[in-house]
Nanobody, 123 residues
Framework: QSQLVESGGGLVEAGGSLSVPCAAP????????MGWFRQAPGKDRELVGR????????YYADSVKGRFTIARDNAKNAVYLQMNALKPEDTAVYYC????????????????WGQGTQVTVSS
């Protein structure tokens, strides 16, 4: 059973935008390091970006830098992945992950995961 819940995926045209929220029902994660990963068919799961606690410093993979933004909203107990200028190569299942200690690029380092949401970008 997933402890995080992503929503907001879907089909969007190239150049469009999409915002994917990640929530943690019944659990506050304002002090977690949060990572966003994606996995395309036939490829390994890769880190898209992450936001650390405290300070909310962010890191983005080169492939999405300048197009994607991660933001935390503690009042709503949610973390958002805002995706702009989407490209067909961004098509993947997107996952949010959380951990109190780890903020690196390895998926194995994160303890909590969502079930994933499909994002499809048409050309």
């Amino acid at each position: 059973q997933s402890q995080l819940v992503e929503s907001g995926g879907g089909l969007v045209e190239a150049g469009g935008s999409l915002s994917v929220p990640c929530a943690a029902p019944g659990r506050a994660f304002s002090r977690d390091h949060m990572g966003w990963f994606r996995q395309a068919p036939g490829k390994d799961r890769e880190l898209v970006g992450r936001i650390k606690w405290p300070g909310d410093s962010t890191y983005y993979a080169d492939s999405v830098k300048g197009r994607f933004t991660i933001a935390r909203d503690n009042a709503k107990n949610a973390v958002y992945l805002q995706m702009n200028a989407l490209k067909p190569e961004d098509t993947a299942v997107y996952y949010c992950a959380a951990d109190l200690s780890y903020a690196g690029s390895l998926s194995s380092g994160y303890r909590l995961w969502g079930q994933g949401t499909q994002v499809t970008v048409s050309s």
